[in-house]
């Protein structure tokens, strides 16, 4: 069946400007995770939704970042005012549940110039 | 708080060269160990989960192991498509925490 999908998979915008990125998780999958890679690090935990709840934020790095579930399927990260530290790969992941493991996109590359 | 360490970052080694690949982690209540592949361009790919300090898992040219204090993905001849970056998470609530990963280049 299909994967995680995201959208859109290059993103270059100006600093200052508002960006959304999207992720379309597997069917049927109830948790979804948010994570940023910037070049050369691991990745980082931003935000865990199960369903369309968000237990965990603890991840998100400053106000500027919100994001949010609808219907338990699509998962929308909004980025507002964005700067140039916020340059990395944002990556979505879904899983069926605890302890289950997380299928990825192939994620969101974002360019703030 | 909980820390995943992986070590070397770079590992090159010839086309049938054994070795192995360590991830290290400081938690409290591990509930699982995950090990990923990841291609340029690419999102993580699963290949492991270890539950149980003794538990190993086998997929092809590839063995994972877990202990109390670390894990190995221990890689049999390898062959250039095995080329990625592998990383290791562990699991103790609800989300994963990653280490920076290790580059692995095998040479034909």
């Known amino acids: 069946g299909a994967g995680v999908s995201q959208s859109p998979s290059n993103k270059v915008t100006e600093k200052g400007k508002d960006v959304e990125l999207r992720c379309d998780p597997i069917s049927g999958h109830t948790a979804l995770y948010w994570y940023r890679q910037r070049l050369g690090q691991g990745l980082e935990f931003l935000i865990y939704f199960q369903g369309n709840s968000a237990p965990d934020k603890s991840g998100l790095p400053s106000d500027r970042f919100s994001a949010e579930r609808t219907g338990e399927s699509v998962s929308t990260l909004t980025i507002q005012r964005t700067q140039q530290e916020d340059s990395a790969v944002y990556l979505c992941?879904?899983?069926?549940?605890?302890?289950?493991?997380?299928?990825f996109g192939n994620g969101t590359r974002l360019t703030v110039t | 708080e909980d820390q995943v360490t992986q070590s070397p970052e770079a590992l090159r080694l010839q086309e049938g060269e054994s070795s192995s690949l360590n991830c290290s982690y400081t938690v409290s209540g591990l509930r699982g160990l995950f090990w990923y592949r990841q291609d340029p361009g690419k999102g993580p790919e699963f290949l492991f989960t270890?539950?149980?300090a003794g538990e190993e898992k086998e997929k092809e040219r590839l063995k994972a192991t877990l202990t109390k204090k670390e894990s190995f993905l221990h890689i049999t001849a390898p062959k250039p498509e095995d080329s990625a970056t592998y990383l290791c998470a562990v699991q103790v609530s609800s989300k994963l925490t990653f280490g920076k990963g290790i580059t692995l280049s095998v040479r034909p």
């Open positions: 270890l539950y149980s």
């Open positions: 992941a879904s899983t069926l549940g605890y302890n289950s493991p997380l299928h």
